[in-house]
């Protein structure tokens, strides 16, 4: 056996010493982290979609997941372990609640709002790069509303896996593929995409000079792939006093003072009042009638397939701009639905001729802390997606399958969504 002598003349056993290093199971603030970067959303000639252009890689990546699901919580460990064993620079953050709950499973520190109430979410609009969703079309839809009162949301990449999964553009099974096509998407030539090599430009050979791009091997996706982004209009929502004053809410997305953002519809409604809501309908800034039903829809194409589609409103493509106006049970026959161009505004009043003294208003599935009294009104217009100097702004960048430079499937995602998910003309006694 080895041995050593010690100070005082004394012979002493030899053992070998290990350092232990503690893993860094750790909850940091959201605010520690770098400002978000501005990705590009740029057109294609082969291709109605956008293509997603970085600047240089995504640092602050944003994990939503559907709640009370053990079978996601243990998928979305398995992403973050993925990201940062391959992409090693990348940040997670995540809701609080999730946060505290599977941090010890990673050996990476996380971050998270500092409040302990959620709805406030400050600073996300100005950490977050990207968003990742882990659910149905719910979670997608409530990923969104963290960004309801900024014009400029972050791509959202979503994977289904909940129940309908309408919005879902990816199986779970796939996420490596998935992230990794956003990730790179921008790299220059030799690192990933590059859209204008597609197009037939040069690139900008000082893209790929960034650093975070160049430590990544073996990750080169070809001159000519780059993510497809789909850009879903939302509503802009204001409500305002009988005498033309915006009112102010709580704290809540549904409820925040100036504009909300809604990524499927409004909704003024009776409520538990038993009788019809008698509401004055305004198209362009002149009357158009007095509706008188259980409420109103107004609905972006995104949310045409869901409340307004229980109400008889028609299914747009999500290319369309456009907003649509259902009526919801309607005592007239010949009150149908309207599709009217994004930029048209859109005003309905409660009228002096309602029984009861207010309505509910509902954003996106979010009920509004305060309804809507008499002579009060919900204003309602699409937001602006793109400025007049053509660059492409606002709006849901949602990743879709497939990728930039790369031939159409003829499986269009819209379609098979209809007739695989909402089975639609469904033949009656029949099995496909």
Not at 101 to 122: C, D, E, G, Q, V
Not at 183 to 189: C, D, E, F, K
Request: charged share 20%.
């Amino acid at each position: 056996m080895r041995t050593l002598r010690g100070a005082q003349g004394l012979i002493v056993p030899w053992r070998r010493q290990f350092s232990a290093s503690r893993a860094r199971r750790k909850i940091k603030d959201i605010g520690e982290l770098p400002d978000r970067i501005w990705p590009k959303y740029q057109e294609t000639r082969n291709n109605e979609l956008l293509a997603l252009q970085w600047p240089s890689p995504p640092r602050n990546i944003l994990l939503v997941k559907k709640e009370g699901v053990d079978t996601v919580t243990d998928s979305l460990i398995e992403l973050a372990k993925h990201v940062h064993s391959t992409y090693p620079s990348v940040a997670f953050i995540l809701e609080p609640q999730v946060a505290s709950k599977i941090h010890n499973a990673l050996s990476f520190p996380i971050y998270t709002t500092p409040s302990a109430s959620y709805s406030s979410r400050p600073n996300l609009h100005e950490k977050v790069d990207m968003t990742a969703t882990l659910g149905g079309d719910g979670t997608i839809l409530y990923a969104s509303s963290l960004f309801a009162t900024t014009p400029h949301v972050p791509p959202i990449l979503s994977f289904g896996m909940g129940t309908l999964g309408f919005l879902g553009e990816w199986k779970f099974k796939e996420f490596k593929r998935a992230f990794r096509e956003v990730y790179m998407s921008g790299a220059g030539a030799g690192y990933g995409s590059s859209l204008l090599e597609a197009e037939g430009e040069k690139p900008d050979l000082s893209v790929s000079q960034v650093t975070g791009w160049s430590t990544i091997r073996g990750k080169s996706m070809g001159p000519s792939r780059g993510a497809r982004i789909l850009l879903r209009n939302r509503l802009k929502v204001g409500i305002f006093a009988a005498d033309g004053e915006r009112i102010s809410g709580d704290d809540r997305t549904a409820s925040a003072n100036g504009d909300v953002y809604a990524m499927n519809e409004v909704i003024i409604h009776r409520g538990k009042d038993p009788h019809l809501a008698i509401v004055e309908v305004f198209v362009g800034g002149r009357f158009l009638t007095e509706a008188v039903a259980d409420g109103m829809i107004i609905s972006t194409p995104t949310g045409s397939t869901a409340y307004s589609l229980s109400s008889g409103g028609s299914i747009i493509h999500p290319l369309v701009s456009s907003l649509l106006l259902t009526p919801i049970c309607p005592r007239s026959l010949s009150f149908r639905p309207l599709v009217l161009p994004a930029n048209t505004p859109i005003t309905l009043r409660l009228s002096k001729k309602n029984r009861s003294k207010e309505v509910e208003v509902s954003i996106d599935g979010v009920r509004r802390s305060h309804g809507v009294g008499v002579g009060m009104e919900v204003r309602v217009y699409g937001e602006e997606i793109r400025s007049p100097d053509g660059v492409w702004k606002g709006g849901i960048p949602c990743v879709t399958r497939g990728n930039v430079g790369v031939e159409a499937s003829s499986d269009d995602g819209w379609v098979g969504g209809l007739n695989g998910l909402l089975k639609f003309n469904y033949p009656f006694g029949e099995e496909t």
